[in-house]
């Protein structure tokens, strides 16, 4: 199976549960790894016959700043879910990433692996 990667986009969302980080928007470090068969776009050269990672990261961007969640976990699974709508996507890698939530941690998160068969 072929990868697209998305690394390290940075949405800024509301994200977790005290009430100062309900207040005001966050960093959110999001990065996936989307699972497809590449082999006819590479045949073609066309768009249309490519999973859009530009259309993609619109998507996740405007979810993740927008949804106002308390858990990495439940967002992680919002942008999974969001990608595997996506014609072409067998599978994805989701890691969700708070940059500083933690003292003298570079970041903290999750990643979590779906399918579009589960």
Known sequence: MDKIIIKNLLARGIIG???WERKRPQNI???ITILTDTSRAAQTDK???CVNYSTM???L???AESVNRLTVEALANDLAKICLETEGVQK???RVEKPGAVRF???VGVEIERSRDE
């Open 17 to 19: 549960v005290s009430d």
């Open 29 to 31: 470090l999001i990065n």
């Open 47 to 49: 768009l249309e016959d």
């Open 57 to 59: 990261s619109k998507k």
């Open 61 to 63: 961007l405007a979810h």
């Open 92 to 94: 994805v890698l989701v």
């Open 105 to 107: 941690a570079e970041s």
